[in-house]
């Protein structure tokens, strides 16, 4: 997808601020509606199924989100690649990066299938079915993140705009109304995959005049995707590793309870995404601008305070939207300590994109040790019966806030001292 206008023709930037501000305005609207849309598909959830079938479905999600990071890595490999390519060119480019994304995304969707009966006998799935629609899920996410690279690496933000809002209306609509229709695990999975398939289909309409793409640049973009995937797969599985290890080690009603917080965690680690995907080329393009990266971290870390602040002013209200006062009461009193554990997320998410941006390969190595860390903590203490029932839940969320905060501390350092060196 190309612009039509050349650098010679487009108008001087005047209020390089205004400009900005303008962009991420139409970047968080889309994403508000997807975060708003899912969010409301997540609710339906809640209040459709009982606790032990939305723990099932929260811990699903949980294994969607963490193989979603193929397409993510493809897409922040896509943003950098385009947002430093110089010269003609830039529609092959944007080819070779959609059909990277086309064999990820065949690949991963053997790959979920043929771990199916591994995934229903670790997180006790009732329904074969619901598992086995874990991997064309994924495939369809996977295309996407491919599209959503080409349009963030040329700045396009209102089509990119487009396909983030339809990932939460697809959602919304087949997801939601297949619950409302028939409330089960396995209506619920199907509604999802069916929803998955929106995305990528608006996403090839927007860039179908992307052609001569080579294989050798196919080659090249999935080589530089590894590196990306692999940051970001020690990101996603130490952000949602809590909700599989609440599944496995807290008992089922506890580990309901804990699936309806992470409602609100998960809320508080997407608010901000707009700040990530805007601020991202820019730090590809200029990797040791750490101004910008500092400007970016204090931006997601406010929006992190204001949620906890408000869900600290108002519990009960959260507690009530999240799931219901008379099935999750017991939440309200340290609803907070989710919203916390969220922004926690938010503020590693960015520093891992920054890594990403520029190719610190040791982010990876980092954030797998402060997984292993976590694991082991709540094996002894949740598996040990040393904090059990509400008990457990409080520990295990202030565990991953902790553990959240202490690897985005390290990260920003490490980032810092590597921009000082390079200087």
Not at 5 to 25: D, Y
Not at 87 to 108: I, K, T, V, W, Y
Not at 177 to 195: E, K
Not at 364 to 391: E, F, K, M, P, R
Request: net charge positive; with cysteine; proline share 4%.
């Amino acid at each position: 997808m190309t612009s039509d206008t050349t650098p010679e023709q487009q108008p001087p930037t005047a209020a390089p601020q205004l400009g900005f501000l303008r962009s991420a305005t139409v970047v968080a609207v889309g994403m508000a509606i997807m975060n708003v849309a899912a969010y409301g598909f997540t609710l339906i959830a809640v209040h459709r199924l009982v606790p032990e079938q939305f723990g099932a479905v929260t811990a699903l999600l949980g294994l969607l989100l963490i193989g979603n990071v193929a397409s993510l890595g493809l897409q922040a490999s896509g943003a950098r690649r385009i947002a430093t390519h110089t010269g003609p060119g830039e529609a092959a480019l944007a080819d070779s990066m959609l059909r990277a994304g086309r064999r990820a995304a065949a690949g991963l969707t053997v790959f979920a299938l043929v771990l199916t009966p591994l995934f229903v006998f670790l997180l006790h799935i009732d329904s074969i079915v619901a598992a086995l629609l874990v991997g064309p899920t994924l495939g369809c996410l996977t295309l996407m993140g491919s599209q959503l690279g080409v349009l963030q690496g040329g700045q396009h933000w209102t089509e990119l705009a487009a396909v983030y809002t339809s990932v939460g209306v697809g959602r919304l609509v087949f997801g939601g109304g297949a619950l409302l229709i028939h409330p089960t695990l396995t209506s619920a999975m199907l509604g999802m995959a069916v929803g998955a398939a929106v995305p990528p289909l608006l996403g090839a309409f927007l860039l179908r005049g992307s052609t001569g793409g080579s294989p050798e640049q196919v080659k090249e973009v999935l080589r530089e995707t590894i590196h990306g995937t692999h940051t970001l797969l020690a990101f996603f599985v130490i952000a949602n590793a809590d909700v599989l290890l609440a599944r496995g080690l807290l008992d089922k009603q506890s580990s309901g309870y804990y699936a309806a917080g992470v409602i609100v965690a998960k809320a508080c680690l997407f608010l901000p995404q707009f700040v990530i995907v805007i601020v991202f080329p820019s730090l590809a393009s200029a990797p040791g601008d750490t101004q910008r990266l500092r400007r970016a971290i204090q931006a997601v870390a406010a929006l992190g305070v204001c949620c906890v602040l408000g869900t600290l002013a108002v519990p009960d209200i959260v507690v009530a939207v999240v799931g219901g006062k008379e099935k999750y009461a017991a939440l309200g009193p340290f609803a907070w300590l989710f919203a916390l554990a969220g922004s926690s997320y938010a503020v590693l998410q960015l520093v891992v994109y920054a890594a990403i941006a520029q190719q610190e390969k040791r982010a990876a190595v980092l954030i797998w040790i402060g997984l292993i860390g976590l694991a082991l903590a709540a094996a002894i203490i949740l598996g040990g019966d040393i904090a059990t029932g509400i008990n457990g839940v409080k520990v295990l969320v202030a565990m991953t806030a902790t553990c959240a905060l202490a690897l985005s501390a390290a990260l920003a350092s490490g980032l810092h001292r590597q921009a000082a060196d390079n200087a």
